[in-house]
């Protein structure tokens, strides 16, 4: 699943190429895409509207519209969004295209695609002033950490008295929005901290570690485009693959000798129901 620095990615792409963009018309392929509502809103929701700005909030695009509506889209297991001229030969999978015209003209001038082979992401349109009661999963979200301001202690507000393991926590949407697997055991493993351990007795210095890793590993990702693994979908606005996969030190080198200390082997075990890999040697 593409998290905060594959979903960022995709964001700054689309901040070069759609705002400002008038929709001329929808197609919508796939009802599940537009589960949410139908495909009837959608097109009616979208069709003659601009866009004027594209923001991210954990792994949810959020598109702002002239309309006062908005458009938010998940790219959920696989989805993709792709630019492409009029006319291009579209992707298996091509659930709902916008065709857009040029900034100052009605004329179509591309498309965005939005590509799903599994179906489990959504594009929706929504009233801002009824987001509680539309997109509750959007509204409830916990901090961004590249959005909002996080520090120290605003993280240990957060873990304090929370139950469960601190990996849990970090996958835990409604505390910290974007993060997944991956990120998950990068950032724990840079800040040294096993994923078992218990949020509510970190100490001011391990959470000082945790906030510093964070920041640096999603800035890291976000700047190398983001991850692209062997069994994802994942790639930006212009097909391109991500690179940050090359930088990880535990994810997905389960057995390997690790990275960082050149001692241990990094270990591969079940933690929060998901894959978790991490080094023993380096965290505690």
């Not at 509502?37 to 700005?53: M, N, P």
């Not at 998940?74 to 579209?90: D, E, F, W």
């Not at 349109?125 to 520090?151: C, H, K, N, Y």
């Not at 055991?185 to 001011?204: N, S, V």
């Amino acid at each position: 699943m593409p998290e905060l620095p594959e979903v960022e990615t995709v964001r700054r792409g689309l901040q070069r190429n759609v705002v400002g963009r008038k929709i001329l018309k929808v197609e919508v392929w796939r009802e599940r895409t537009v589960r949410r509502t139908s495909r009837e809103a959608l097109i009616d929701g979208l069709t003659g509207v601009r866009i004027t700005a594209v923001a991210r909030r954990g792994k949810y695009l959020v598109f702002d519209l002239d309309s006062r509506q908005k458009m938010m889209i998940h790219l959920r297991m696989s989805g993709r969004l792709i630019v492409a001229k009029p006319g291009a030969t579209r992707p298996a999978h091509t659930h709902v295209v916008l065709h857009l015209a040029s900034a100052d003209a009605d004329k179509a001038e591309s498309e965005l695609w939005f590509v799903d082979p599994r179906t489990f992401g959504e594009v929706v349109v929504f009233d801002p002033d009824e987001i509680e009661t539309q997109m509750p999963d959007l509204a409830r979200l916990g901090v961004d950490p590249l959005v909002d301001e996080v520090s120290p202690e605003i993280l240990r507000r957060l873990f304090k008295n929370r139950r469960g393991n601190l990996k849990a926590l970090l996958l835990n949407q409604h505390v910290v929005a974007g993060i997944g697997n991956i990120y998950a055991d990068e950032i724990l493993h840079r800040a040294k901290l096993r994923p078992d351990r218990l949020p509510g007795r970190l100490t001011i210095a391990s959470l000082k570690r945790l906030h510093a890793a964070m920041i640096e590993v999603l800035n890291n990702a976000v700047q190398a485009g983001g991850s692209t693994l062997k069994d994802t979908q994942y790639v930006d606005l212009e097909g391109q693959s991500g690179s940050f996969q090359e930088a990880h030190r535990v994810y997905g080198r389960g057995g390997m000798r690790c990275l960082s200390c050149g001692k241990g082997r990094i270990l591969m075990t079940q933690v929060a129901g998901r894959t978790t890999c991490y080094c023993s040697k380096c965290q505690h």
